[in-house]
């Protein structure tokens, strides 16, 4: 069973409303043994929603948003429930979102709100990946088929 995130999927869930979706997923979803979840709508956030960023404070991560408000309480408990989620329905890889500070694995942006990346995981797939689940991206997501 594989998980993707709902953006990708066509759902209207990102911070401004919109999506992500994504033909070429949207399709290999149509052969089943997928689920979607978006972590921030499960964390009990809005949408829209003011974005977000991961800053690292003090080797600690906390996810903040362009207002300065700390959420990482929330996007905390959205990980956990996409967890919860995962395990339920026997997720073994997991195709997200690349960048989000939920989704991204690998490259995030850097809580600077200038559009510039570091190196790190979203909260979410940080989760899942230490969970034993496989995360990918969409710009690398048909690996999946050959796994
Ligand atoms: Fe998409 Fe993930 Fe952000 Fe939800 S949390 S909008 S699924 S990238």
Redesign the pocket.
């Known amino acids: 069973m594989y998980l993707i ?4 999927a066509g ?1 209207r ?3 401004d409303g919109s ?2 979706g994504d033909d070429e997923i949207i399709e290999f979803m149509k052969e089943g043994d997928c689920i ?6 499960l964390g009990g956030l809005d ?1 829209p929603r003011v974005p977000c960023e991961i800053l690292n404070v003090d080797g600690e991560k906390h996810v903040v948003n362009r207002e300065g408000k700390d959420l990482t309480e929330e996007f905390m408990d ?1 990980a956990h429930r996409t967890l919860e989620i995962c395990r339920a329905a026997g997720v073994t890889a997991a195709i ?2 690349f960048r ?5 694995f690998g490259r995030v942006y850097d809580g600077t709100f200038s559009g510039e990346l570091v190196e790190g995981n ?1 909260l ?1 797939a940080d989760l899942l990946h230490k969970n034993g689940i496989k995360i990918y991206s969409e710009n690398n997501w048909k690996e999946i088929l050959d796994d």
């Open positions: 995130s709902s953006c990708l759902v869930c990102r911070y999506d992500n979607i979840a978006c972590p921030e709508v949408t959205g997200l979102k989000s500070p939920s989704c991204g979203g979410a």
